[in-house]
């Protein structure tokens, strides 16, 4: 257990329904990311947030996508009208920079399964 | 950051050591070399990291070549446990507060 939890640990929807999910980073962790794993695939990149300030998306991360830190503790990721392609793992990881290391702490990720 | 090639798989013998390579021949300066792995149905877990000087923790042991071209990550005496996807990362110093590219890593199989 890294200290990193996510929620749901797994869920399945229906194409075209609307989905969220939870990701509690270490408390004192300043440094907050979401990443999507396809099956064989290593982890890609979506976004991450300084505090509640979202840094960085990548092109991944369609206008279907939305992530949000709003007090700069935990954060959500929805997606809207899913579609079967976004059928993955979806990843959250946490790091502190003050501390000078940058490694980053990963959650046991939510599987979403689109149906 | 550089691009990073590691074999798709690997088999080891417990108790031996494994010793997993990754090139990343376009590295620049003031790049660093990460290693992470994933156990099947885990998150990602951080080993090590280092930029031009070998690199020791209580995981694993870390060897760049002087031209920093190459790296090895170094398992003493592998574990059943250690059966995991191995990730081989370069990022620059700048982007270590960054995002982790991912390429496909090295599976590695410890046998009895």
């Known amino acids: 257990d890294t200290g990193v939890s996510q929620n749901p640990r797994h869920k399945i929807t229906k194409r075209g329904q609307n989905v969220t999910f ?3 980073p270490i408390s004192e962790h300043n440094r907050l990311y979401w990443y999507r794993q396809t099956l064989g695939q290593g982890p890609e990149f979506l976004t991450y947030f300084q505090n509640e300030a979202q840094l960085e998306k990548s092109r991944l991360l ?3 996508f939305s992530a949000e830190r ?3 503790s935990f954060s959500t990721l929805e997606i809207q009208r899913t579609e079967q392609g976004d059928s993955a793992m979806y990843l959250c990881a946490s790091s502190q920079l003050e501390t000078g290391t940058y490694e ?3 959650g046991p990720g939510t599987r979403l399964t689109v149906t | 950051d550089a691009k990073t ?3 798709p798989s690997m088999d080891c013998a417990e108790g031996r050591a494994a010793n997993l390579p990754c090139n990343h021949s376009t590295i620049s300066g003031n790049e660093y070399v990460y290693w992470y792995r994933q156990i099947h149905s885990q ?3 951080y080993i090590i990291h280092g930029l031009k000087n070998n690199e020791t923790n209580e995981m694993a042991s870390l060897i760049i070549t002087e031209d920093r071209k190459s790296s090895t990550l170094i398992l003493p ?3 059943l446990r250690d059966t995991a996807v191995y990730y081989c990362i370069v990022r620059a110093f700048y982007n270590q507060g960054g995002k982790l590219i991912f390429g496909q890593g ?3 199989s410890v046998k009895p």
Do not use: I, W
Request: charged share 25%.
């Open chain 2, 77 to 79: 005496h592998a574990t």
């Open chain 1, 104 to 106: 980053q702490y990963f």
């Open chain 1, 70 to 72: 709003p007090k700069g």
């Open chain 2, 43 to 45: 998150g990602p877990q």
């Open chain 1, 62 to 64: 369609s206008d279907r």
């Open chain 1, 22 to 24: 939870r990701c509690d």
């Open chain 2, 106 to 108: 090295t599976e590695l």
């Open chain 2, 5 to 7: 090639t590691q074999p």
